[in-house]
């Protein structure tokens, strides 16, 4: 069981011209494996950052990021990336796609097979297994990405907005595809979204951050990730908590918003 740990992590920028930004302030955090965290905050709380540094894309200034008992000090494939969009290779077949990352390995054809099929259903793509990316929806290549980034094996999936060029009906249907997904894979996924519905479905854990440094402003453990799966979305959606829980949420953002705002105005 591997456990991903935040600790105290601190990223400072320096800036060409001098000065700094501050873009996370020691943050901690501990994630059992299998645990859904999304997380939420205004623009330029540090989320992106954070996940860059999870990815072991950035180097964090000050603490450390272990996954088990080993430190993230680079990429490696037991943390896979889900993107927003453009992540995957528009002229290969939704197949190659999915076969890359063990076709990298070096993993035989028969077996290399077996996995793409495997998720391929899962992901419901199965009838378009020899099309072009770019031949495509929106929702599909997305569909893809979840496909290639889980035939990497990895123990912890990270995603960065990965529905957020959706139309709102493919991205329900897609909200409930990550659930499946986690259930069944048992992997521990983080998930960053400016949707607090979406944040407040996809998240047994949430985490809202503050800006100016980034940093964890609020923490909640909720019920409706496992509510959800298989089951109709909008039916967790009409819980009374659900509502409660995304007024209480979006009133924080709002604020933290509106002290930006006045911050700039001054
Ligand atoms: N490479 C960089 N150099 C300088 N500053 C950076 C760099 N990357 C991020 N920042 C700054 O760090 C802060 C956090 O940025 P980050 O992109 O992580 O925020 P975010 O919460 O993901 O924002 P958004 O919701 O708009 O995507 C911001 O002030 C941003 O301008």
């Known amino acids: 069981m591997s456990n991903l740990v935040i600790d105290d992590v601190s990223m400072r920028f320096d800036l060409p011209g001098g000065g700094a930004v501050q873009a996370l302030k020691n943050v901690s955090l501990t994630l059992k494996q299998g645990e859904l965290m999304s997380v939420l905050g205004p623009s330029g709380c540090g989320k992106t950052t954070l996940l860059n540094i999870l990815a072991g894309f950035l180097a964090p200034t000050e603490g450390k990021i ?55 259903d899962v992901v419901g793509l199965s009838q378009f297994k020899e099309k072009a990316v770019y031949e495509l929806s929106g929702g599909m290549q997305q569909r893809v990405a979840l496909a290639r980034c889980l035939a990497n094996e990895p123990e912890v999936i990270l995603m960065d907005e990965p529905l957020g060029a959706l139309d709102a009906l493919t991205r329900e249907k897609m909200q409930g ?65 659900f509502g409660k829980r995304r007024e209480e949420i979006l009133s924080m953002i709002w604020e933290m918003e509106e002290e930006i705002m006045g911050g700039a105005e001054q």
């Open 66 to 120: 272990k996954l088990g008992d080993k430190r993230v000090t680079g990429p490696s494939p037991e943390r896979g990336m889900v993107f927003q969009q453009g992540a995957l290779f528009e002229w290969m077949s939704v197949r190659d796609n999915v076969g890359f990352g063990p076709s990298m390995k070096g993993m035989a054809q028969k077996q290399k097979r077996e996995i793409v099929d495997h998720l391929l």
């Open 177 to 241: 595809l990550v659930l499946k997904l986690w259930k069944e894979t048992g992997k521990t996924v983080i998930l960053i979204t400016h949707s607090v519905e979406e944040a407040l479905l996809l998240g047994e854990r949430l985490i809202v951050m503050a800006p100016r440094p980034g940093r964890i402003h609020r923490e909640y453990n909720l019920p409706f990730a496992d509510m959800g799966v298989g089951r109709d979305l909008r039916e967790v959606k009409k819980h009374e908590d």
